[in-house]
């Protein structure tokens, strides 16, 4: 089973921030949290990963909270490319072999 | 993304044919996985390889075989499908021993049981 908890669907403005939060109170210390999407009817797309501190890239950040029992995914300029499946996940580093799991995740639906 | 390919993209068949899904990375990576994902539900895991070694098998009913002859390659072979069977398959890969690590998906065989 899925170890987050995330909202079935947000809506989001073209241009505007979109801010995709995820539950995850069981964490344990030695789990990272990733963020994946999946546009419609494609292969999910790796974002951003991180373990206890903010990270940042070029596609999004994620803030974690201090207590690391929730998260936030941010696309700082939503576009209506961005429309998709989010994914919140965690998984153990160092855990070789063992396989990404997926639950239903947040489905992003950007206007113009 | 062409880091992970998967053939056919589309594939209909019978409930009696027998037919296989090919998987190829090209990222040197030394785990590969296969994921089915049916309409409206989350992708479920089936087989994960880990250097060539089958690691996980979730339960998946034997009409599907899976074959990893080399760390760059995975198949699927389908045999006595049922219409339940149709859904979207995908391939992902990953390099394993990192402390993170990326699994990069393949775009997917869709495939239909008639």
């Known amino acids: 089973d899925a170890k987050t908890t995330q909202p079935p669907s947000m809506d989001c403005a073209e241009g505007r921030a979109a801010n995709l939060p995820c539950n995850h109170s069981?964490?344990?210390?030695?789990?990272?949290v990733y963020w994946y999407r999946q546009i419609h009817s494609q292969g999910p797309q790796y974002i951003i990963h991180?373990?206890?501190n903010n990270e940042t890239n070029e596609m999004a950040s994620l803030i974690i909270t201090e207590d690391r029992k929730s998260s936030t995914l941010i696309l700082p300029h939503a576009t209506l490319r961005d429309t998709a499946v989010y994914y919140c996940?965690?998984?153990?580093?160092?855990?070789?072999?063992?396989?990404?799991?997926f639950g239903k995740g947040t489905t992003l639906s950007v206007s113009s | 993304e062409t880091g992970v390919t998967q053939t056919p993209r589309h594939l209909v068949m019978g409930m009696t044919n027998k037919k296989s899904l090919k998987c190829e990375q090209h990222?040197?990576?030394?785990?590969m996985y296969w994921y089915k994902q049916s309409a409206k539900k989350p992708l479920e895991l089936m087989f994960v390889?880990?250097?060539?070694?089958?690691?996980e098998n979730n339960s998946v009913p034997s009409r599907f075989s899976p074959e990893c002859p080399n760390s760059s390659h995975l198949f699927l072979h389908l045999h006595t499908l049922q219409p339940e069977d149709s859904a979207l398959y995908l391939c992902?890969?990953?390099?394993?021993?990192?402390?993170?690590?990326?699994?990069?998906f393949g775009p997917g065989t869709r495939l239909t049981v008639t």
């Open positions: 990222l040197g990576h030394n785990a």
């Open positions: 992902a890969s990953s390099q394993e021993g990192r402390v993170y690590y990326e699994q990069y």
């Open positions: 390889y880990n250097f060539k070694e089958q690691t």
């Open positions: 996940i965690v998984r153990p580093a160092n855990q070789a072999g063992t396989a990404l799991i």
């Open positions: 991180g373990l206890k």
């Open positions: 069981t964490i344990s210390g030695n789990e990272y």
